[in-house]
């Protein structure tokens, strides 16, 4: 293994570096909070977070391990739902948090269950100051295997965007979660639905969002090229 950096090399590194952002997008009930407590309680990554949090449902982030943790590991900076409208705050809370670089490794956005995915990762390029101090990592979609396709097939009104399809489509990589509810024969015809949608994005199955962190963090997987080849107005706001 690699000789770990020296504290001078570090400290170098950490004023110019850009911080790694990950977006965690699915729908309400899908796991994604599941997933995100189980990232924050694994204690094998070492790595501290931020987290944007602004979901809307019943369960938030585990407050135990909010008030447990909050000096060592969560820094909440704003409940502000990250959509389109509020992209502006987004782009002041991020600005704000980078004043606080010594206290985390990397900041995880963690968005509504009907939110697009698309306004959020266009934040980390429609602004200097924050393509400057910000690489956006990965946009991880967590699915719920049994409810899935009835979202992608919800009808819409003409000019609305299918969110579920939005989400799959922009997603880095795909978590099918809770397998358990569902047939091998319905998590295949799943896959192949999503695969259609998204041929790129790798498929992990798994049950109570339990996947290894390193499958999510630090991957470097967003291509800007191959989500302007799907939306070619994506710079364009």
Known sequence: SSTPPSVTETLVDMSSRKVPVTILTGFLGSGKTTLLNHILEDPNHGLRFAIIENEFGDVGVDERILSEKADEEVIE???????????????VALKNLYSKISQ???????????ADPAPVAQTFFVDDDIQAKFSLDAIITVCDSKHI???????????VEN?????????????????????????L???????????????????????????????????????IEMDPEFLNT
């Open 77 to 91: 900076v704003m409940n502000g739902c990250i959509c389109c409208t509020v992209r502006g705050d987004l782009v």
């Open 104 to 114: 985390f490794d990397a900041v995880i956005i963690e968005t509504t269950g009907l």
């Open 149 to 159: 396709l009835a979202r992608i097939d919800d009808e819409k009104p003409e000019g």
């Open 163 to 187: 969110e579920a399809a939005e989400q799959v489509a922009f997603a880095d990589r795909i978590l099918l979660n809770k397998t358990d509810l569902v047939s091998e024969e319905d998590l």
């Open 189 to 227: 015809r799943v896959e192949k639905r999503l695969k259609s949608i998204n041929s790129q994005a790798p498929v992990q199955r798994c049950t109570k969002a339990e996947v290894s962190p390193d499958w999510v963090l630090d991957i470097g997987a967003f291509d800007l090229k191959r989500v």
